[in-house]
């Protein structure tokens, strides 16, 4: 049965929907480039909405922090030294950089880890099982967004592709914050998680759909 009561939790769902599905619909038959523009205030709007529905654990609000601040200083290794991910440049789109890499990135890595954290704690008892399942929902979702993000204008490898070396690198940043996240048994009791991620594979599947038969 589809829940109608208007709840916090409820309006930040339908918001996200109608966020992503804007999205989809606007890549596909509108204005692609506008769109592609708006993407850093759709994941602010996404990651602020997921803040709102995560209720309070301790340790949440550091987690947050911790996996942001991880997430800048793999990425900001990456862009200038080609350390964890191979050599790849971030280009516009994603707003506001410190040390080429943007701010949106780090808000990125954290809001993946929770979602991720959150499913995961929710399948499974076992810490060991927890921490694969969300390593593998971060590795999923990065496959299918490495090959439309050089036409978004996110970032672009040396050689236009991203080499093993990235998932390697990914699966590496996301073992260590998946542990830390399921090591502190942070629990976020919401559906958010589950729609933000499927949301998520949604939006970049299509993308990719297209960009494979008739280009972005």
Partial sequence: MIPTKLTKENLSIATIWLFHVSGILGMLYGNSDWFISATPLNLLISFFLLLLNSK????????VFIAFLVGMISEILGVQFGWIFGNYQYGEQLGIKLLGVPL???VNW??????TGAIAHQFYENTFMRIITGVGLMLLLDLLIEPVAPRLDFWVFEGGEAPLQ??????AVALCLQ???????IKVESGFPYHLY?????FFT?????????GL
């Avoid at 299509?206 to 008739?214: A, F, G, M, P, S």
């Fill in 56 to 63: 309070g654990h301790k340790w949440f609000f550091p987690m």
């Fill in 198 to 202: 499927l949301l998520q594979i949604i």
């Fill in 104 to 106: 949106m990135i780090g």
């Fill in 179 to 185: 542990f830390g996240y399921q090591f502190l048994k």
């Fill in 206 to 214: 299509v993308l990719l759909i297209k960009q494979t038969t008739i």
């Fill in 110 to 115: 954290a809001m993946l880890t929770i979602i």
């Fill in 166 to 171: 990235n998932y390697v690198g990914w699966g």
